[in-house]
């Protein structure tokens, strides 16, 4: 079995964030789909995104917005909306359309203290933990997970995991950093959750500049 990097983080709020060992998880199989998220599937057009969002969280279609990204050129559909999850607060859920092909390729899931107060450190740590513990329990094949991973950045990666098609979900904590204690030893508070599923993590389908072309 891959070895796992498990950190013991002490968050400011005073909480202790300890990712579960392979022990107190099911067994892992090989049967985990990634196919998107909720009614929305990868490969679906904007309007097919647009009656998903509509479906999934009974918005009308003014309460989508939809950007060209600068630098991706990929199209970002978005939505504000009260409860992704019970918990927490107001979360922002992203819907990215690939460049070329103009099908989705990308969920992304936001919770921020800036979007909602009801966004705090010990919300998003303890909707980490218990969204962690549904991911582990998913069946992810053991050499196709990591979690509890401190990232270069600082940002914690609290799980993410590949079925057998290479589609990814990968869910991250971002906040206040600082070390103490050794190196096993963070004391992180959480500002930012984000939860994304990705089609095609090596093979993105954004803009790039062409070879010879600068």
Not at 58 to 84: C, F, H, K, W, Y
Not at 141 to 152: N, Q, S, Y
Not at 156 to 183: K, Q, T, W, Y
């Amino acid at each position: 079995m891959r070895p796992y990097f498990l950190a013991l983080l002490t968050l400011g709020s005073g909480l202790a964030f300890c990712p579960p060992t392979r022990a107190d998880t099911a067994p892992a199989s090989n049967s985990v789909e990634i196919e998107g998220f909720r009614s929305a599937r990868f490969g679906m057009n904007e309007a097919q995104v647009r009656a998903a969002i509509a479906s999934d969280f009974n918005l009308p279609g003014n309460a989508i917005q939809s950007i060209i990204t600068p630098i991706d050129q990929t199209e970002d559909i978005s939505v504000s909306v009260p409860s992704a999850i019970g918990g927490l607060g107001r979360a922002g859920v992203h819907y990215i359309m690939g460049y070329r092909s103009h099908t989705l390729i990308e969920i992304i899931i936001t919770w921020s203290e800036a979007e909602d107060r009801a966004n705090s450190a010990e919300a998003l740590a303890g909707t980490a933990e218990a969204l962690q513990n549904y991911f582990l329990h998913e069946g992810f094949p053991p050499a196709a997970t990591k979690l509890g991973i401190v990232m270069p950045n600082g940002d914690l990666l609290v799980f993410r995991g590949s079925d057998a098609a290479g589609h990814e979900v990968a869910m991250i904590l971002s906040g206040r950093l600082a070390r103490g204690g050794g190196p096993a030893h963070v004391r992180l508070t959480p500002t930012l959750l984000t939860v994304g599923y990705v089609q095609a993590p090596g093979h993105l389908d954004i803009y790039s500049v062409p070879k010879g072309a600068f």
